[in-house]
């Protein structure tokens, strides 16, 4: 399981009411159904990170509140993890040891705990990589070990920041392919920030259009597009259009 | 003479693999040792060539003590031992046993030192960890570090007595800011989204400070062992100097009185090679053991 609800949330930086305090957040309410592809679209400094970091437990809300099967997230852990985009792997682990290690926090048997690894390494195409440590592997190979790093414990929210704002454009648009092919695989319910319209067209069943700072959803939309997206498709592209616009709204006041 | 055979043979096939071995530092190990004696034989003799100033120094020091300096003043020549005087005199120590067994009393000072400044690793990392601990354990730090070790020895010696005890605290406070401000600053300096992932993936405090602060800042701590070590052996020499009767600072000490230059000048090279082994001992090691920490540089 894993039914996202967010409701109410504000964020301010600072004392309240402070002339120098910062509202990231304001009033942020939507819901993603168990299983469900979320993207938060938004301009860098619209509080979309800070909206993924409180869903992670790393920042605690000024007001609202972050539910996931009803129950209120206050802490990081297995049910809520994030992938990062500077993927965050443990250089010192090898692939492996990377993936294994979530679920050594969960304290799973050992049995157990290399039969799922395994399967995950597979999952992500990284047969033959377990032994290899991240300093040795591509940007693109090092995302897919963080995903299966986060697919192992079984989370029930992933929260992804930005993960492939690293990469050429090529190995980009390959691995959102991936990740779409893994999450078919391995349903689970995702949010995940970007800043790039042809990302969350590309990903996402559902679209949440942040304003800019305070950052409000100005829109929340569903996307009902076959997958694979075919992006000369006439409404991928009307879609695309819609969200610029709204986007381009955003640009120009302050 | 078997593997001299063999390693031509293997040479060509496995040059790829080897230049490979070179750019990951993860596995020069895995190259047969032929090769690698090969490889380390190759090093050694296309690095001749920078040890010719050095050959030229000796020869002239040769030459102004056992042709100039005598001709001048015989009795100067005696301030200035020859290069083969040394090396006979060094020959003697090493077979009398007098050499080694004043090295072992040294080592075996900077050893027990070591294991009391150890002590900075776990306090460094409780200082880089928790603000609280840094906060309230940083001001008498500061206070501290700027004193040489030099100037404890008056008081250590009317605190422990001339002995093993007061020469080791000497050598124990050389090592122990070195290594405690390098492993504040391996804490300090983890990116903190390697934190962040480890308890997104569901890891207590606990395990957040064995399985990653401490190994993230592994690195940083054995650069600060490495400098402590290195500051330890020379507070140590300064120590033997003035407390104690056996040991490297001793013998070159002791030797003064009977104006025995040559067994001073095996004293002084002895303590430089053994500093820059236990130099080199460090730096091999974690290489060896932190393949990774190499590459997070790049």
Known sequence: ?254 | MQSNHLAPINGPERSVPIDDAQALPASPAAAPLGVRLRMWLFGAVSALPNLIFLAVVILFWQFISKVWLPRIDPQMSVLMPAPTTIAVTAAGMIASGELFYHMIASLKREVSAFLFAAAAIPLGIAMGWWRQVYSQVNPIMEILRPIPPLAWIPLSILWFGLGDEQNEFIIFLGMFFPILVNTIVGVKNIDPNLVRAARSLGASEHKVLIRIVLKGALPQIITGVRIGLGVGWMALVAAELVGASSGLGFLINDARSMLRTDTITVGMLTIGLIGLLIDTAIRVLSRRLLPWSLALGK
């Open chain 1, 1 to 254: 399981m894993g039914r996202l609800a967010v409701r109410g949330l504000s964020k301010v930086y600072g004392k309240r009411d402070a002339p120098n305090s910062i509202t990231a957040l304001r009033d942020v309410s939507f819901e993603v159904p168990n299983h469900q592809f979320c993207a938060i679209l938004g301009h860098s400094g619209c509080g979309k990170t800070t909206l993924l970091n409180i869903a992670a437990g790393f920042e605690q809300p000024t007001a609202g509140v972050v539910l996931v099967d009803d129950v209120p997230i206050r802490e990081p852990g297995w049910q809520n993890t994030m992938i990062f985009q500077d993927y965050a792997l443990f250089p010192w682990m090898s692939v492996y040891q990377n993936i294994v290690f979530g679920l050594e926090m969960k304290g799973w048997p050992k049995h157990k705990r290399n039969g799922i690894t395994r399967h995950y390494i597979d999952l992500v195409g990284l047969e033959g990589f377990a032994d290899t440590y991240p300093h040795q592997l591509s940007g693109g190979m090092r995302q897919r070990v963080a995903i299966a790093r986060a697919l192992a414990v079984e989370p029930r929210l992933l929260l992804m920041d930005e993960p492939f704002a690293a990469l050429d454009a090529q190995n980009r648009s390959f691995m959102q392919d991936e990740l779409v092919r893994i999450w078919q695989r391995e349903p689970k319910t995702v949010v995940l920030v970007t800043h790039s319209i042809d990302e969350a067209i590309k990903l996402s069943d559902c679209i949440a259009v942040m304003t800019r700072r305070p950052g409000r959803v100005k829109e929340f939309i569903q996307v009902d597009l076959p997958r694979p997206r075919d992006e000369d498709d006439s409404a991928y592209l009307k879609l695309k259009r819609h969200l610029r616009n709204l986007i381009h709204d955003e640009t120009g006041d302050r």
